[in-house]
DNA sequence: GGTTGCATGTAAAACGTTACATGATTTT
DNA sequence: AAAATCATGTAACGTTTTACATGCAACC
């Protein structure tokens, strides 16, 4: 009863409704992938290892003369799902090139910090956007809802965050202050 | 001259002073960790690397009878950590498990979203109580600085909106409101 | 007839964590 | 004397990305 970290992505999705492996990755890019991707490299082995070890169940399901494999949850894999959803959380990284480039913003003269916090600050305004569009094109069901409200919030924190340093490092340098290093 | 994403750590860390690969792992766990993380085993084969290509020199100096080796940014790696804070930073990654389960907590009924919510809430504020002690131990200079307070200010925000959203959720559930699926 | 979308997969490489292995020095 | 810290590394494993490979169907 092993489960990657991606079978959990699987399961999830799974426990909405029966779906092919195109369609989970279709729906993890629209959504999860903010903060849990999953590639096609994992989603087709890990599909077959889950139904080995009857957490799923595949049919042949195709579409016109289009071959498909729909996978459903089987009880045990929903008891897992349940289990699951029930531990605590342990998973919490974060890659932020950004903010390693502005920890090290001192050993350049200069252009570095502003210029590494204008690019943060474009890159969370742009998740943002995209996150709206998503909200636009019609609400998810409760949970995935407020999952997309905590993405928005938490870019547009992230965005203005960025856009008061960017202000307070101007200011600054307007009136040519040197920080003490 | 290929340096791997964990090569960067190291040249910036080098940027500041010489050190050992020691001394670099230690620094990396008490400061960019949070968003950028290094183990010995990517720190040590990644020294030998950067010195093969020039980037950076290594000299013995044993401190008493015990090995250590030290390393210096040579002028060509000293470029290379110029030329990379220079350019847009790219790499934004986000793994947490909390939110994929907040995701799918459709599923099960009722406990997952509030228990959820709570361990997101208590990471996080424990993450805010850890770089308020560093804070505390001798502020670090201008921009690392600036760094340790967007992860304060983060963290802060995010543990809020998962106290917000767990008294939402208490209020509805009180009020005898059912979410419309 | 060409592009886009649906659909499934593999191979290789890169990246990262955990466990293992060793040994000296300093502090308690 | 024991524990913590300094110090360096390897091996195995697990995870993830990127590139490759194929083919049908629907739309323009």
Redesign the pocket.
Known sequence: MEV???GYVILGMLGWRSM????IK?LVDYSTRFFW??????I??E?RRLADEGLIAGEAKP???????EYRLTPVGRKALRSWLEREPEVFEL?DEGLLKLFFAGVTDGQTAPATLEAKQAHHEEVVQRLREIEATGTPEGFAYMVLRYGIDCNEFMAAWCQRERHALAKAKATGKRKAA
Do not use: C, D, F, V
């Open positions: 990657t970290p991606t092919s492996g195109y369609e279709s991707a999953a590639s096609y490299s994992q087709y082995p599909l579409q016109g003369g289009r071959k498909r494999n890659r």
